[in-house]
């Protein structure tokens, strides 16, 4: 199996920035790549649509509020992985700011696993930093 992780801090509250990230249908309300969302299943199956027409889909594996996380996984994208399992968390920081963390490991599929391992931190590095200017200029919430 390979991983991949990205952190950023983003100076929010945690529960202001769990509660832009915390839906698990959310995505499109902070990431620019994922214009739509469609849940199915309860809630524990997002559809989702990028702006090149590729679909994921994608399982709520496990949520937990109390500690700002949730765990998903894979079911269907047009990546060269299996088996891929990630976890976004917003943590609090002693300051009252966030670090918000996106975990994920996977077994590469016709790619080594640098490449796959590139590919997912590069989705995770830019979507967090769309996620931080979500918050830009909003300090203190």
């Known amino acids: 199996m390979a991983n991949a992780n990205a952190s950023i801090g983003i100076s929010a509250s945690p529960d ?3 509660q832009l990230i915390g839906g698990f249908n959310s995505l499109p309300d902070w990431l620019p790549y994922i214009p739509g969302s469609e849940l199915s299943e309860g809630g524990r199956v997002r559809r989702l649509a990028t702006p090149s027409g590729d679909v994921i889909i994608e399982r709520l594996e496990a949520f ?3 500690a700002r996380s949730y765990t998903y996984s894979i079911l269907q994208a047009p990546f060269p992985v299996t088996h891929y399992r990630a976890t976004l968390r917003v943590q ?3 300051d009252g700011t966030s670090k918000v963390d996106w ?3 996977f077994a590469p599929v016709g790619v080594s696993d640098a490449e796959a391992t590139a590919l997912f931190e590069g989705i995770y590095r830019d979507g967090l930093q769309a996620l931080a200017m979500s918050f830009a200029g909003k300090a203190g919430l």
Do not use: P, Q, R
């Open 103 to 105: 975990v994920g490991e």
């Open 64 to 66: 937990d509020n109390s």
């Open 92 to 94: 609090a920081l002693d």
């Open 16 to 18: 202001a920035v769990w």
